[in-house]
């Protein structure tokens, strides 16, 4: 697994209103070169519209493998030119590091900052609407390419260029491609739903998600997620 990389891109926004009839997002985000200021929420200049579902401790920082970007390019060649880093709504961009090189748990410092990823993002309606492709959100759910969320540790500060480095793996048996494939497998084994949901990085709410799959006939209701119904 790569345990290094470098930041490539930094991205920040402010809450506004988007589409008619639907609350507003900062999913768009602009390119910036910082130095960012990080504290436990994230950077201090970034904004989340609705803190239930986006941003807080848990979800203080997004990243996403700027790696994916070509596979969505290929993908839909009619939207290339939103298909570029950034493009998503995340925060942190590398190249050369993705899902399957890290695992849930792993500390990394970037900067003087010190991050933990402790899951993978669930793409919401908002994506597709941002990207205006219909089938944006459940692509990004099947493919597992859906970048992670990081809780900050130590805050500090974050620039492109600056090296990301891992300090330390609790969880060296649960690659985070892994656990993002169980979090949106209706058929999840409940014995292996237990076990994620007992991993002490594991975020509260999909803590509560592996629970819930950990018992049996359990079925899960995406269309609100999926949807905006």
Not at 30 to 36: E, H, T, W
Request: aromatic content about 8%; glycine content about 10%.
């Amino acid at each position: 697994m790569q345990t290094t990389a470098t930041v490539t891109g930094l991205y920040i926004g402010k809450a506004r209103e988007r589409w008619e009839g639907k609350p507003p997002s900062a999913i768009g985000k602009q390119s910036v070169r910082g130095p960012l200021e990080v504290g436990l929420d994230g950077f201090e200049e970034d904004e989340q519209a609705d803190r239930e579902v986006h941003g807080g401790p848990e979800k203080a920082l997004h990243h996403y493998p700027a790696d994916h970007y070509a596979y969505w390019a290929a993908r839909w060649p009619e939207h290339v030119e939103r298909l570029v880093a950034g493009g998503f709504g995340e925060n942190i961009s590398t190249l050369g590091i993705t899902e399957a090189d890290v695992c849930l748990g792993d500390r990394f410092t970037i900067g003087s900052t010190l991050v933990e990823i402790c899951q993978g993002r669930q793409p919401c309606w908002k994506l597709p609407a941002h990207t205006r492709i219909d089938e944006m959100a459940m692509a990004m759910q099947k493919s597992g390419r859906t970048g992670w969320y990081y809780r900050v540790l130590e805050g500090g500060r974050i620039s492109v260029g600056d090296k990301m480095e891992l300090s330390a793996r609790p969880c060296p048996d649960w690659s985070l491609d892994k656990v993002i494939a169980a979090r949106f497998d209706p058929r999840l084994d409940p014995a292996v739903a237990a076990a994620i949901a007992a991993l002490a990085p594991l975020s509260a709410s999909w803590r509560a998600a592996f629970e819930k799959k950990s018992k049996a006939g359990f079925s899960e209701d995406t269309s609100a997620r999926l949807n905006g119904d």
